[in-house]
């Protein structure tokens, strides 16, 4: 058997006690999809067929916010905590990105100090949107200058917004506004001066962006200062890894900003065995640049791990 090389840096858990937590309240799916069964031993099976050694695991959409302050700062707790703990288990295999109690950035302030301080996670996972509230908009400033000042990762993954603004399509609201929202958010960020005014964060975009490499232009209307931003962000491959794709980002981003992402638990295996392949089978990358995307751009955002590999 050959050893685990990669780095899966799009890896959700699912922790007992926030599904839980979240069924208390009425939410047993996610964009009308029920949860996948998950454990940790179903993340090390999948990573041990797959060829992954190592996962910086998050929590996913719909994230921990319900209109519930309290309820959103002590589940905050208990996911990073039971993230902390998977690592202690089998720090050779996972790592972490802290889940913060948006919209208390008081307390986000602090979660985030326990989380990195004391329970040693890898950075911060932010959703797009907070009950419609996008990441950029100024009330954000505050737990960016400190995340800024940390030099910390910020794994950014995508959310819908609020029920009342989604379209009544017949399909699974993840499938079109995920890859919207995720471009909402970067569009906001950019135009809010973030990526400028903190330029120490290293934002990490699920999805190769969504659909911002291919509607650039149309975001900075060619302004040069801008297109040079989103040469500066991070792309993770999950449900991406296809030639169209990798044709349109690598005209944006350099490929040592790729990262490679499974997705797993909400993405089949059979569809993750694809996006590998699909890294593999793409003719303008060479072996040199293979191993990059699914190993050595992670080690660069997080050089801890190169002890396990």
């Given at each position: 058997m050959i050893k685990?090389?990669?780095?899966?840096i799009h890896h959700h858990i699912l922790p007992p006690e926030y599904l839980k937590s979240l069924a208390n309240?009425?939410?047993?799916?996610?964009?009308?999809?029920?949860?996948?069964?998950?454990?940790?031993?179903?993340?090390?099976?999948?990573?041990?067929?797959?060829?992954?050694?190592?996962?910086?695991?998050?929590?996913?959409?719909?994230?921990?916010?319900?209109?519930?302050?309290?309820?959103?700062?002590n589940l905050a707790r208990?996911?990073?905590?039971?993230?902390?703990?998977?690592?202690?288990?089998?720090?050779?295999?996972?790592?972490?990105?802290?889940?913060?109690?948006?919209?208390?950035?008081?307390?986000?302030?602090?979660?985030?100090?326990?989380?990195?301080?004391?329970?040693?996670?890898?950075?911060?996972v932010l959703l797009t949107n907070f009950n419609g509230?996008?990441?950029g908009d100024p009330e954000f400033d505050e737990l960016f200058l400190e995340l800024n000042r940390r030099n910390t990762v910020v794994f950014i993954h995508p959310d819908i917004p609020p029920k009342e603004k989604l379209p009544n399509l017949k399909l699974p609201s993840s499938v079109l506004e995920f890859v919207f929202d995720t471009t909402r958010a970067i569009s906001n960020l950019m135009h809010q001066g973030i990526f400028k005014k903190y330029p120490k964060i290293k934002f990490i975009f699920a999805h190769a962006g969504g659909t911002a490499p291919y509607i650039a232009w149309r975001i900075t209307f060619g302004n040069k200062r801008l297109i040079k931003q989103f040469k500066e962000l991070y792309y993770g491959t999950a449900l991406t890894a296809?030639?169209?794709?990798?044709?349109?980002?690598?005209?944006?981003?350099?490929?040592?900003?790729?990262?490679?992402?499974?997705?797993?638990?909400?993405?089949?295996?059979i569809k993750i065995k694809e996006m590998i392949q699909g890294i593999k089978n793409y003719s303008e990358f060479n072996e040199q640049t293979r191993l990059a995307i699914e190993q050595e751009n992670a080690l660069l955002l997080f050089p801890r791990l190169k002890s396990y590999l």
């Open positions: 685990p090389h990669r780095i899966d309240i009425g939410i047993t799916t996610v964009t009308n999809i029920s949860f996948p069964k998950w454990d940790p031993e179903h993340s090390l099976e999948l990573m041990d067929r797959q060829g992954i050694a190592i996962t910086i695991t998050s929590i996913s959409s719909p994230g921990i916010y319900f209109g519930d302050i309290e309820f959103t700062r208990i996911c990073n905590e039971y993230s902390a703990n998977l690592i202690k288990k089998y720090p050779e295999r996972f790592g972490g990105f802290a889940t913060l109690p948006i919209p208390d950035f008081k307390a986000s302030l602090r979660e985030l100090e326990y989380a990195l301080d004391t329970l040693n996670l890898d950075g911060v509230k996008y990441i296809t030639r169209n794709v990798f044709q349109s980002i690598i005209e944006l981003a350099d490929p040592s900003h790729l990262l490679f992402g499974s997705d797993f638990p909400f993405v089949h295996e």
